[in-house]
């Protein structure tokens, strides 16, 4: 199986940046998609950004212009740079790996962090 682990959370002032790592271990024979969600207290989990295996790239509306995603493919490992943050942005970040099946017998799954803390404090 495929295990992921995050790191770069912490505390930060508003208006600062922050840059969250996550790399994949494992039984990686290949990834498709990789990319993070948040969940903000009181609020659903929702998504963030996204990176393709191709290098396609999508973001929350909101997150548009602070936040930017990348992967490192020799590495397994997919990265979040988040900028100009906000209080808003404060929340237990996620990522998650799309592993895709490699037999018939296999099927399409998420592989997912244990989260990782983002504090943004005024």
């Known amino acids: 199986q495929v295990q992921l682990v995050e790191s770069g959370g912490g505390l930060v002032q508003a208006g600062g940046s922050l840059r969250l790592s996550c790399v994949a271990s494992?039984?990686?024979?290949?990834?498709?998609?990789m990319g993070w969600y948040r969940q903000r207290p009181g609020k659903q989990r929702e998504l963030v950004a996204t990176?393709?295996?191709?290098?396609?790239?999508n973001y929350a509306d909101s997150l548009k212009g602070r936040f930017t995603i990348s992967r490192d493919h020799d590495k397994n490992a997919v990265s979040l740079e988040m900028n100009s943050l906000k209080p808003e942005d404060t929340g237990v970040y996620y990522c998650?790996?799309?592993?895709?099946?490699?037999?018939?017998?296999?099927?399409?799954?998420?592989?997912w962090g244990q989260g990782t803390q983002v504090t943004v404090s005024s």
């Open positions: 998650y790996a799309e592993i895709p099946p490699v037999s018939a017998i296999g099927g399409l799954y998420n592989a």
């Open positions: 494992g039984n990686i024979f290949s990834i498709n998609a």
């Open positions: 990176v393709s295996k191709g290098g396609t790239t």
